[in-house]
């Protein structure tokens, strides 16, 4: 008797709190997904555009994803958003390199809009995909709990090697130096290499972004270290080879794609830094200043 009593007590409490938490998600819906959406120069397609002999240009207007040729195969650096991989490898194939051509996939930071499509590219070439340690776990977590900005997902991607700061990758002639560039992301990568334009060899750097677009900078409990990465990344992108700036986001070195690769405003690697810098030292001054406010 006490038994069936405590059993309906029981089942009664559950109804009760079953009916409560009904009535409050009626009350109040789940939050709604929301989609990441990007400007459409970012999504626009364009045929590949040379910037030197051995370096095209095979992503978007507003997204870098670069193609650099050897004797031994082709290189891929960043590959722009997810939606990508199909425009990637049709304009691979129009500079004749065919999806086995493709060796080695490298990038500059894991955020969804420049390694979106590197794992269905690694699927379809069979190209292994270099890396450093801290970009390698946002890369195989698609994008999942980034410091900044939560979840901006992707597929996942497996690293095959991890580089070391300074390290040279090696495909036939083409030798690319990998530079740590952290800030933007603690992982971001540079990437400089050698190439030929107009009949001269030519120092070309490919440069992570440098902004800090709506981050915590002052006392970030997830990054702690943050403002003196940024620093100490302008000092280095500063000092680096630097005949021909590339980006990530095409207008940030000066660059326009469209019929043509166009630099309409010729930009430094020293100049890139100190834009950055200047940017950097406003945003944190704002953020102090809203800090001292609100204390």
């Avoid at 450093?132 to 997902?153: C, E």
């Avoid at 990054?223 to 302008?234: A, G, K, N, S, V």
């Amino acid at each position: 008797m006490k038994i069936t009593t405590a059993r309906t007590l029981l089942a009664a409490t559950a109804l009760t709190l079953f009916s409560a938490t009904g009535a409050a998600a009626a009350a109040e819906p789940l939050r709604q997904l929301q989609a990441y959406e990007v400007p459409a120069t970012w999504r626009q397609p364009i045929e590949p555009l040379q910037i030197a002999e051995n370096t095209w240009q095979i992503g978007t207007a507003g997204l870098s994803a670069l193609l650099l040729k050897t004797s031994e195969g082709a290189v891929l650096i960043d590959g722009g958003m997810p939606q990508m991989a199909e425009l990637l490898l049709t304009n691979m194939g129009k500079l004749g390199v065919a999806p086995g051509d493709l060796k080695l996939i490298l990038h500059s930071h894991a955020h969804a809009d420049h390694s979106g499509p590197l794992a269905a590219v690694k699927r379809a070439t069979g190209a292994q995909l270099l890396s450093n340690a801290q970009s390698a776990v946002l890369l195989a977590r698609g994008g999942a709990d980034d410091l900044h900005f939560g979840d901006l997902l992707y597929p996942p991607v497996s690293v095959d090697r991890i580089l070391q700061d300074g390290e040279v990758v090696t495909l036939g002639e083409l030798e690319l130096q990998a530079h740590f560039t952290p800030g933007h992301t603690p992982g971001s990568l540079s990437w400089t290499w050698t190439d030929t334009r107009a009949g001269k060899s030519v120092h070309i750097a490919y440069v992570d972004s440098l902004s800090a677009p709506g981050y915590q900078l002052v006392d970030n409990p997830r990054y702690p270290m943050i403002i003196d990465d940024y620093r100490e990344t302008f000092a280095r992108v500063a000092q680096l080879p630097c005949d021909l700036l590339l980006t990530p986001h095409p207008g940030g070195s000066g660059w326009q794609y469209g019929a043509r690769a166009e630099q309409a405003e010729t930009i430094s690697c020293a100049t890139y830094a100190d834009n950055a810098r200047r940017k950097l030292d406003k945003q944190i001054a704002k953020e102090r200043g809203e800090q001292g406010s609100r204390g």
